[in-house]
């Protein structure tokens, strides 16, 4: 994996998507994009070959944030932390169809959200390791 990770976010509120763009920066993460519908998270999430997407439950549109989630993990294997409040948070960890793999309650803090990337990040890096080869292949098969 490279050394700084790619992280698309999407949220409607440009206040609080600027706060969470610095503080990622800060954190030595480069932001792609911020985008504030599930259209554009879908769109984005395509042409930004992002590691990662921090992306709202609910979004700006008829789409909600699950809706794009479900799409770009359907279209791409791209990591997804949920951003929540309250009422969103139900909603999300309710969705019998969908599981998110981390979600981050609002306000965001520095370090919660650090610590889901830090999951994400491992959980990648687990991923991206070649299997070990457990078993002897023979030298020749015999039909």
Excluded: C, W
């Excluded at 791409?76 to 969103?88: A, D, R, V, W, Y």
Aim: net charge negative; proline share 5%; glycine share 2%.
């Amino acid at each position: 994996m490279k050394d700084k990770i790619k992280i698309l976010v999407a949220e409607d509120e440009l206040l609080i998507a600027m706060d969470i763009k610095l503080k990622l920066e800060e954190l030595g993460y480069e932001v792609t994009s911020l985008v504030s519908t599930a259209i554009e998270a879908i769109t984005k999430s395509e042409s930004d070959k992002p590691d990662v997407i921090l992306m709202d439950v609910r979004l700006s549109g008829s789409l909600t944030g699950i809706d794009a989630a479900k799409i770009i993990s359907y279209k791409h294997n791209i990591p997804i932390i949920f951003l929540t409040s309250g009422s969103s948070e139900d909603v999300l960890l309710h969705d019998k169809n969908f599981k998110p793999q981390e979600h981050i309650p609002k306000p965001v803090e520095t370090l919660v959200m650090q610590q889901a990337l830090e999951k994400i990040k491992q959980k990648i890096l687990l991923s991206s390791k070649p299997m070990q080869d457990n078993f002897s292949q023979p030298s020749s098969f015999t039909y």
